[in-house]
């Protein structure tokens, strides 16, 4: 890549130079349909030449490349005919095949021939412009869009990448970018991409010149007129031969068999090295499992098993109705014969496999919550709902059947054989060895679950619909060792080392503080953050799990709060005596945790109007929450105000106060075992005291209305007479793009809405009281004092649940403005009791705590 270089120079690139070097193709192209003698070689640096100025204006926006000069878009759209008719003119004047590349057409060889080539900073078009990143493209075809009858053609020749391409295609259902629509036919460059990351030092390196490593593939399309190109699906390549490996830097890849013997060598040798388990706490029932391959397993209660008691528990997707009606499972009545014996006969596939897996690795129990727990019997299933967060806290192991989204599927079935294409080193010629090209999980609909980068747990993860189940956030959070079966690979881990069979590993810091955007319930075992030494923290991480958990889907709606009870349960061990738990809060966090935002689409769908809103509050949700309980509000846009979803302390958040007290609680669950369990129907509610200002009072005369900023998408009530500025989030949708709606809530409806103050927090005023005007703009640059940098682990004087900043100078300070949070309320239809209707705040310039020094304290109830 050198001499390209030379002749189109450093970046920013004028569009002169690079028409000067698609000339030189144009030139040779020309020379080749004369006729005349061609140097194959001196053809072949030709062609590489401009698949590199390729690679770089397909990249130009990722690394930052400038194009300057008219005529650019005509000039590159017709660069991909020009390589394309350049590499057919070659290749008709070949009189040798590729051997080095088997069972590939011409225009595939020549890419995978070269899928080492990044691997050598010289050759790949970045290395001298100083990126750290490389990408280097081939033109694989020019076909027609949508049927890419050329690949077809090819795949029916023998050509095994043109038959991966052509079914990738089919299977994604490739649509090209809306915004460029197109008619049928179009012609379209079918093109490889393999991208390089600088080189990690492993010790035996023995090849300086080699400089990255080959990170993962991708397939993309790219139109002529204009220059336009569109990425299609991302894939992993992959050497079981060892010198290939090293040499790319890349992994194994998985076993057909998923439950091969080196799986299970594999998945033993890490078990054995983890830390033994000592606990004892035991299941009420578990599944005995003989060790002989074919003999019949039994339930068995376990007050005579000694401890510790060495048992898995499986986790996965029971599935539709359907086929969960089809699985076996425990009644009152079968329990009996459950006790004697279950023939495998009897298990579904799901059962079986994990039946499999506990056998081959010498556990003797099992534990599967529709054969341990009594399904049709009320007080059976509360209790062991309740238990368990603890049930797969304490397990040897937990198989979760990820790439198993029914009962019906199991996870052990053999998987795919990708071809295998022979490995051409750039530094050494040939290499004994081969790869082959495995494509990275998509979604349904074809689109990129996960990226290739990502670790290949999180790519299986991210494509199963077992992760997505609300039962399986516990099963997953508590375990502190889990086996995955994903439907590309097994993935073994323990505490907090993550290994995929490939010979992937990744580590996840398990500590309590959330600064370390790794640590989360998703990664860490939730087990492990409870047990830490400070538990400061354990409202924020409370937080942080109802953000993961209230996206989960669930078959039947009212179980929601039954499957969040096993973590509240173990929450309530660490909380302070004086706490409680309410219907998905902790009475000592209110202040933060009743100031959450649900989003306007999803499976919630909020209300458009005040008054639908109201209705659908009247009528009640399935899971009997009150209005301010975020269970029966929840949406795919949810957040809470002082909780961040990616575990990131919010700075505020230990100089946060309440600025209300509860009085009373009227908060029951409807059963007796389960405390954290189902609501009861009768009105669950909170009787606070605190500050109360209507909305009325706040509204200036000339001006009865909230109004609609664009700037920060929120409505506010704007008084410049007294200088407030509040803003305002609502429980129900308008759709006020771009300005007020009339029809959005009348004067009326307006004048009952109540502000309830909830929280404050110390502030830097930046502006004088009175310093709004009319239209002035809704948010202001906010300065915080140095001790907002404290968290929950940094303030040693803070005490959970008081807030108030601890030593912080501003919240000592009873003169200091400070801002303020709180809800929006309207009146129900019995005296005293209101809805939560939404939330508001005031930053201190703009009222803050000012707004409500002259209202009265008095008490509401909240429902």
């Known amino acids: 890549m050198d001499s390209l270089a030379e002749e ?5 690139y ?5 028409i000067s070097v698609h000339q030189h193709g144009l030139d040779l192209l020309q020379q080749i349909q004369s006729g005349a003698a ?146 049928e036919n179009t012609k379209v460059g079918v093109w490889i991409e393999f991208r390089y990351a600088p080189r990690k030092a492993t010790g035996n390196d023995v090849q300086p010149e080699l400089t990255h490593a080959l990170e993962y593939g991708s397939v993309f399309l790219s139109t002529t007129s204009p220059w336009y190109s569109t990425p299609v699906w991302q894939f992993m390549v992959e050497s079981g031969n060892k010198q290939v490996a090293d040499e790319l830097q890349i992994f194994s890849p998985p076993q057909q068999e998923p439950w091969s013997a080196p799986n299970i060598s594999f998945t033993r040798s890490i078990l054995n090295a983890a830390q033994p388990a000592t606990t004892k706490f035991k299941p009420t029932r578990l599944l005995s499992l003989p060790p002989s391959p074919n003999s019949a397993i039994k339930l068995t209660t376990t007050t005579h098993l000694p401890h510790p008691v060495q048992y898995a528990a499986l986790s996965y997707c029971w599935g539709p109705p359907s086929d969960a009606i089809q699985q076996t499972t425990l009644t009152t009545s079968s329990l009996p014969s459950r006790m004697t014996g279950i023939p495998l006969s009897d298990l579904s596939p799901v059962m079986l496999d994990a039946v499999k897996v506990c056998r081959s690795l010498g556990i003797p129990y099992l534990w599967i919550d529709a054969l341990c727990i009594i399904q049709d019997s009320k007080t059976d299933w509360e209790f062991e709902s309740q238990q368990m967060a603890r049930i797969y806290e304490h397990s040897y192991l937990t198989i979760c059947a990820a790439g198993s989204s029914s009962c019906l599927e199991g996870f052990l079935s053999k998987r795919a054989v990708y071809p295998e294409y022979r490995y051409t080193s750039p530094a050494k010629g040939i290499v004994n060895g081969v790869f082959t090209l495995r494509s990275v999980p998509c979604n349904s609909d074809g689109t990129l679950a996960a990226k290739a980068s990502s670790p290949p747990l999180e790519q299986d993860l991210s494509v199963t619909s077992w992760s997505e189940r609300g039962w399986v956030f516990q099963e997953r959070a508590m375990s502190t060792s889990k086996l995955f079966f994903g439907k590309s690979m097994l993935h073994v881990q323990t505490n907090s080392l993550v290994l995929s069979e490939n010979g992937h590993q990744s580590e996840v810091k398990a500590n309590n503080n959330h600064d370390d955007r790794n640590t989360s319930p998703n990664t860490t075992p939730l087990s492990l953050l409870l047990h830490g030494d400070k538990t400061n923290n354990r409202y924020d991480l409370w937080l942080s799990v109802v953000l993961k958990f209230v996206h989960l889907k669930w078959t039947i709606e009212e179980d929601l709060l039954p499957g969040l009870s096993g973590p509240a349960s173990r929450f309530n061990d660490i909380m302070p005596p004086n706490d409680a738990y309410l219907a998905g809060h902790w009475r000592s966090d209110l202040h933060a945790s009743l100031l959450w935002v649900a989003g306007r689409r999803g499976h919630h769908p909020r209300p458009n109007t005040l008054p639908s809103l109201l209705q659908s509050l009247q009528k009640g949700n399935p899971l009997h929450c009150p209005s301010w309980s975020w269970p029966g509000r929840r949406d795919d846009i949810f957040r809470f105000v002082h909780g961040l979803p990616d575990g990131r302390k919010c700075r505020i958040r230990t100089h946060l106060r309440p600025e209300f007290s509860l009085v009373k609680s009227n908060v029951q669950a409807e059963g007796v075992v389960n405390p954290f369990g189902r609501l009861s129907p009768e009105v669950n509610s909170l009787v606070v005291s605190g500050k109360v200002i209507p909305m009325s009072d706040l509204l200036p005369p000339d001006k009865p209305k909230w109004e609609f900023t664009t700037e920060s998408a929120e409505w506010r009530c704007a008084n410049a007479e007294r200088g407030y500025l509040i803003m305002l989030s609502h429980d129900w949708d308008d759709d006020a793009a771009g300005g007020s709606n009339p029809a959005v809530t009348t004067e009326e409806e307006l004048s009952k809405i109540k502000l309830l ?107």
């Not at 189109?8 to 920013?12: D, E, Q, S």
């Not at 004028?14 to 690079?18: H, N």
């Not at 807030?803 to 003169?815: A, L």
């Open 757 to 863: 103050l909830l929280s404050s927090c110390c502030s830097l005023s930046e502006l004088p009281a009175g310093s709004i005007k009319p239209g002035a703009e809704a948010t202001t640059k906010i300065l915080f004092p140095t001790e907002h940098s404290k968290t929950f682990l940094d303030d040693p004087d803070f005490q959970s649940g008081g807030g108030g900043g601890g030593t912080c100078s501003f919240c000592q300070d009873q003169k200091h403005k400070r801002d303020v949070w709180g809800l929006l309320l309207y009146p129900a239809e019995s005296q005293g009791r209101h809805y939560r209707v939404g939330i508001f705040y005031s930053r201190a310039q703009h009222g803050g705590s000012e707004v409500f020094n002259e209202a009265e304290m008095c008490e509401v109830e909240l429902i």
């Open 38 to 183: 061609v140097d194959i070689p001196t053809a072949t640096q030709t062609i590489d030449k401009l698949e590199a100025l390729a690679s770089t204006c397909f990249n130009a926006y990722d690394n930052e490349f400038i194009l300057f000069g008219t005529g650019s878009d005509a000039s590159l759209g017709s660069l991909m005919t020009t390589i394309w008719e350049l590499k057919r003119a070659v290749f008709s004047q070949r009189t040798t095949p590729l051997s080095e590349v088997s069972n590939v057409c011409l225009f595939c060889a020549w890419a995978l021939r070269r899928v080492g080539n990044g691997i050598v900073g010289r050759y790949s078009w970045s290395s001298w412009q100083g990126s750290q990143w490389i990408a280097n493209s081939y033109l694989c075809a020019i076909d027609n869009w949508p049927d890419f009858p050329r690949l077809e053609a090819s795949a029916r020749g023998g050509c095994d990448l043109c038959r991966y391409l052509k079914d990738g295609m089919e299977k994604k259902g490739v649509n090209l970018n809306p915004l460029r629509p197109r008619s």
């Open 8 to 12: 189109i120079g450093k970046p920013p």
């Open 14 to 18: 004028w569009i002169t130079a690079l």
